[in-house]
């Protein structure tokens, strides 16, 4: 009934993931690999290869915006991911709209649904990302959020919510 793989790469399989562009001064990458760690204090992880730019520019400057954007922007965040932010200006590419900037010159984007302003405390290697373990200094949430969110699948594949539920919350 299953077909068995030995690498993520080989098995090709959907995994769906919120996406957010993370910004690190004017350079924006596209990053599904991340999660909250902790909810007092607020502290949020985020994985990012060792040989992309944005790395370098994370260890140099220590934090961050994650930019959380409505699903329909996934041809951009796609786009995004394919150009290299050392030989192109990819918020130029982007054509997204400057909303403002956190104290440390990192973009906020006036497209997103939601932002958090992040703080590098830690670091972690382990196989071929870093994990940067931030602290989240301030929550930027869109008056008009869109409630739907963009999923990426990996291999080009994005997705939204079909359908929305709120689940009682006492017994």
Known sequence: MFDTYTSLDDSNHSQPR??????CHNNLMPVSWHMPISKSPFRYAVAVREENYTHKLLQKHRSFTLNFLPFEHYETVNLLGKIHGDSEDKLT???LQVEGWDNHQ???LGASDFIYECEVCDTYENGDHTVFVVDVTKIH???KQSKKPMLFSGCG???TL???TIAEQSL
């Open 18 to 23: 919120v996406t957010a562009l993370l910004a």
């Open 93 to 95: 590419r982007s054509g």
């Open 106 to 108: 990192n973009l906020l």
């Open 141 to 143: 949430v869109n008056k």
């Open 157 to 159: 594949r994005y997705a």
């Open 162 to 164: 079909g359908q929305e």
